[in-house]
């Protein structure tokens, strides 16, 4: 063991400089000098990953956002959410499963995934299913837009069936 890891070690234990300067034969100024760096090094933030792509960047917000409802789940607390985060963070403390069952899908009790594969229906007649179940039900989505989308596949599916 250094000598530097032994003065710390007392330092930890609360031993006053001077006497860990006679107890280990150092000079009292190498004592301070390691507690001085001691205490810089609590002080010291950990470094943060630097996040580029788009990918990384969505990677690290849901590690963010797991943290904060980690935190919120070990102690009560008051929950400040800014308005345009509202539906996000909801979603997150709901636990809602927006990936395997987005509720814009089982709207009405019939999941539309359910409902295309029990009528077996192709990928444009799907989707035309799709966008028109979810039109105004989907957060922050213009329900126009959705029946444009549906219109854009049916429209589709009608020209392959006239060259067919």
């Known amino acids: 063991m250094t000598k530097s890891a032994k003065i710390r070690r007392l330092l930890n234990l609360k ?10 034969k150092v ?3 190498l004592v301070y000098q390691v507690a001085w760096h001691a205490k810089k090094a609590k002080k010291k933030k ?5 996040f580029k792509s788009p990918r990384s960047k969505l990677i690290q917000a849901v590690f963010q ?3 904060e409802v980690e935190a919120i789940k070990s102690k009560p607390t008051k929950l400040i959410i800014q308005p345009q985060y509202k539906d996000a963070a909801l979603k997150l403390i709901k636990g809602i499963d927006v990936v395997n069952n987005p509720p814009h899908y089982t709207d009405g009790g019939v999941e539309t995934l359910d409902f295309i ?7 444009r007649l799907g989707n035309v299913v799709k966008y028109v179940s979810r039109a105004g039900k989907k957060i ?3 329900p126009v837009q959705d029946l444009e989308k549906a219109a854009f596949y ?11």
Not at 15 to 24: C, N, R, S, T, Y
Not at 117 to 123: G, Q, V
Not at 154 to 164: F, P, S, V
């Open 46 to 50: 950990p470094l943060k990953a630097t």
């Open 65 to 67: 956002a797991n943290r």
């Open 15 to 24: 031993v006053k400089p001077k006497e860990i300067a006679e107890k280990l």
């Open 140 to 142: 922050n989505s213009d």
């Open 117 to 123: 594969e029990a009528k077996d229906l192709n990928y």
């Open 154 to 164: 049916l429209q589709r599916e009608i020209e392959a069936r006239k060259q067919a």
């Open 27 to 29: 000079k009292p100024n």
